[in-house]
């Protein structure tokens, strides 16, 4: 096996062959929405709360439409998927054939090429189809694993409570700051409990920080109440804005 073009032709193809059937069965083509959740690994398709489907992911890649290059989800520090891992299978294949574009983290290409990266990895992980979402200029494809049919789980309701939109990270965990906090400059940084990217949270807690000026102000007032609180003006951010407030303030 020398010819990555024509390998990679091929296992696009079948992909195709196998996209047909899958959308055929979940008739995705009729629904216009989706939200999917890195914790739990869910991919939510829908038009409201009675029309929905459910499916179990592993993230392969993401392309931006802004720099034209393809970072593999096994290189891609920003996801907390720990199927992500899964895709290394991909990298220890491209460094038996020494295949270049399966083995560098970052790839410079063409957005049709990604699809040929998914029809690849596909030989490696098993699935049911692929899936391909776009938010702010970055699109991330997916291999489907499987359904997920149990819609009273508690999953499915944790992860329809996650609804920000960020626009710089896409759809992310909600956190909690104060006004002051931001990712430009260190002004001191107080957690409710301590916290560390792609932490599992309990179902009442979320990431909540404010600056060292608010713990002053908190302290004084013994507590939070209806001064502190004024003073904090908390706001709603998403998690990787979270941690990168956080990581400058370290």
């Not at 992310?172 to 002051?180: E, G, K, L, N």
Request: proline share 1%; hydrophobic share 30%; glycine share 4%.
């Amino acid at each position: 096996m020398k010819n990555f073009s024509k390998f990679s032709e091929i296992e696009f193809q079948k992909l195709c062959e196998s996209q047909e059937e899958f959308y055929s069965k979940y008739n995705l083509e009729s629904y216009a929405n989706w939200f999917y959740d890195q914790e739990s690994e869910l991919l939510r398709i829908y038009n409201d709360d009675e029309d929905e489907l459910f499916f179990k992911y592993t993230p392969i890649g993401t392309y931006s439409l802004k720099s034209n290059t393809w970072l593999w989800s096994w290189n891609n520090e920003d996801s907390i998927a720990k199927s992500k891992n899964e895709t290394l299978k991909v990298k220890s294949f491209g460094e038996k054939y020494n295949f270049e574009k399966l083995t560098t983290g970052l790839v410079e290409c063409k957005k049709d090429e990604c699809w040929n990266f998914v029809a690849i990895s596909r030989k490696f992980i098993e699935n049911i189809g692929a899936y391909c979402t776009e938010s702010k200029g970055l699109l991330s494809y997916k291999l489907i694993t499987s359904e997920f049919l149990d819609k009273e789980s508690i999953s499915i309701k944790k992860m329809k409570e996650k609804i920000v939109d960020c626009g710089i990270h896409g759809y992310r965990r909600p956190a909690f700051v104060c006004q002051h906090l931001n990712t430009k400059t260190a002004i001191g940084f107080e957690e409710a409990f301590e916290t560390y990217r792609g932490m599992e949270l309990e179902e009442d807690d979320d990431f909540c920080a404010w600056c060292s000026e608010c713990e002053k102000v908190r302290i004084e007032n013994d507590g939070w109440n209806e001064e502190s609180e004024k003073f904090a003006k908390i706001k709603l951010v998403c998690e990787e804005c979270y941690f990168e407030m956080k990581e400058l303030n370290d």
